[in-house]
């Protein structure tokens, strides 16, 4: 079992920079490849970016292509989302997850994603 704890949300002002952390428990950190979510007020959860166990290959919706950066720390059992230029749009609680996808390198689907941490709450003020 994997449990993951995600930090670094706050409030941010457009044009800004924010980066969330996500620790993993356990020895098997390695194993999992690596998905950020978010889910704004009455919307549905949205992938946002997700990486290979390796870290050799990344993935990024289309709405943060160019702005956020995804990376991981096997050896701290870490990943990362590094979140620049923001937009207010990009307000959102933000969800880490873990998946171990049987095919492919990762997967963007939220229902292929075993684990999931508690969520960060992320604010952009224009």
């Known amino acids: 079992q994997v449990q993951l704890v995600e930090s670094g949300g706050g409030l941010v002002q457009a044009g800004g920079s924010l980066r969330l952390s996500c620790a993993a428990s356990?020895?098997?950190?390695?194993?999992?490849?690596m998905g950020w979510f978010r889910q704004a007020p009455g919307k549905e959860r949205e992938f946002v970016a997700a990486?290979?166990?390796?870290?050799?290959?990344?993935f990024y919706a289309d709405s943060v292509k160019g702005r956020f950066t995804i990376s991981r720390d096997n050896a701290k059992n870490t990943v990362y989302l590094q979140m620049n230029s923001a937009k207010p749009e990009d307000t959102a609680v933000y969800y880490c997850?873990?998946?171990?996808?049987?095919?492919?390198?990762?997967?963007?689907?939220?229902?292929?994603?075993?684990?999931w941490g508690q969520g960060t709450q992320v604010t952009v003020s224009s």
């Open positions: 997850a873990a998946s171990q996808p049987t095919i492919g390198e990762f997967t963007t689907t939220p229902s292929s994603y075993r684990y």
């Open positions: 990486i290979s166990r390796s870290g050799g290959s990344t």
């Open positions: 356990g020895r098997t950190f390695s194993s999992y490849a």
